[in-house]
């Protein structure tokens, strides 16, 4: 059965924070509030960990995950991001974004879609996502709390945990932190394309 948490939104307690990194670390799945909505995550080289979501999701090979970051530095070290793209990401991050952009060697093979190397990287406007992350000194690798068959994240942490208890290691009450996916740019070509439209603004890639 899996834990819950209870974490202020805002003054994250360092305890519980150190205590659900050591489980991403010991290859556990967790449920996390992001700017967003709530998200699956696990540590990202742990491929049991990383099946176990495929499964909760019913996902095939061709699914996009999202390494979830603390800064750009780090998506510096998994994504090959010349000047233009950084002034881009600098402008919009932290926010309700994921970007689409050319993988560096740094990112498992397995997280890759098949056909691109392509990998989607976000940074979340989130205190208790970045608490995580700077105590993980990594990213998380995370996909949309989405249900098969369903158009939008689940969001209240008691439903989830009753829901998948057996599934999940650990549920992180954060509150209510709304039900709206990041809206997905890929940065793969000369020009920003909009592929879904979300929580953040689009005007600025259009």
Known sequence: MSQLFQIHPENPQKRLIQQAVDIIR?????????????????????KSALDKIKRIRKLDDKHN???????LSEIGTY????????????AHTPGAYTFILKATTEVPRRLLHPKRRAIGLRIPDNKIVQALLEELDEPIMSTSLIMPGESEPLTDPYEIRDLLQHELDLVIDGGYCGMSATTVVSLMEDHPEVIRIGAGDTTNFE
């Open 65 to 71: 995950f999202t390494l979830v970051c603390r800064d």
């Open 79 to 90: 994504a090959k991001v010349d000047n233009q793209m950084y002034r881009l990401l600098k």
């Open 26 to 46: 010991k290859g556990g799945v967790i449920v996390y509030p992001t700017d967003c909505a709530y998200a699956l995550g696990c540590h990202l080289g742990d």
